[in-house]
């Protein structure tokens, strides 16, 4: 399954972002799944990785509900371990 960062500039607290994940609707579209998200609170920076058929896909679910967003970027993982990036 294809995964993506989304970058998010907002002023979330611990407390939204938890709210958040509770809160996430349980029948997201199919293949699609939030995984992880990366806190920056000091300059309101949160990178959330998700995974999903593709970026239109992620960037509806954030347009539904009305959650702000920079930017949806498609990554690969680098396993550094053994220098190999997932296919």
Known sequence: M??????HTVPFAE???KKAAKDMPPQL?????WK???????DNKFFCEWEAPNKE???Q???ANNLPFDAVYPVRLLDVAKAELEA
């Open 61 to 63: 679910i954030f347009k």
């Open 2 to 7: 294809p995964r993506f960062i989304a970058v």
């Open 57 to 59: 896909a992620v960037e």
């Open 29 to 33: 579209p199919a293949g699609v799944s």
């Open 15 to 17: 407390e939204d972002l």
């Open 36 to 42: 992880q998200t990366y806190c920056d609170f000091a």
